[in-house]
Nanobody
Framework: VQLQASGGGLAQAGGSLRLSCAAS????????VGWFRQAPGKEREFVAASRGSGGSTSFADSVKGRFIISRDNAKNTVYLQMNSLKPEDTAIYYC??????????????????WGQGTLVTVSS
């Protein structure tokens, strides 16, 4: 499966952005799909994820209550709606997907397919 992340850009603190992760080659509906981010000089970290087939979602504590993950199976796309943005949300955001069942959703090693990343910059 090929993943294309888009929707990044510049936002002011308190604003919103919606990221998209469009897939080709496979149907994402049964895949786990996660969003990760990497700020300059930092490790790539988990942001949010959802299980396929209408399964559960998970969010990092730092974004809980502000970010929403959703799917449009007709478009084979997963979205990350980011609200109440903070300067510390500035990072390159990557989407990732994997068809294998896993207990958790937040481990990078559990995702085999990665998109190219989209830059989000939040100004104060």
């Amino acid at each position: 499966v090929q993943l294309q992340a888009s929707g990044g850009g510049l936002a002011q603190a308190g604003g919103s952005l919606r990221l998209s992760c469009a897939a080709s080659g496979r149907t994402l509906s049964s895949y786990r799909v996660g969003w990760f981010r990497q700020a300059p000089g930092k490790e790539r970290e988990f942001v949010a994820a959802s299980r396929g087939s209408g399964g559960s979602t998970s969010f990092a504590d730092s974004v809980k209550g502000r970010f929403i993950i959703s799917r449009d199976n007709a478009k084979n796309t997963v979205y990350l709606q980011m609200n109440s943005l903070k300067p510390e949300d500035t990072a390159i955001y990557y989407c990732a997907a994997d068809p294998r069942p896993r207990i958790g959703l937040g481990l990078r090693r559990d995702y085999d397919y990665w998109g190219q990343g989209t830059l989000v910059t939040v100004s104060s």
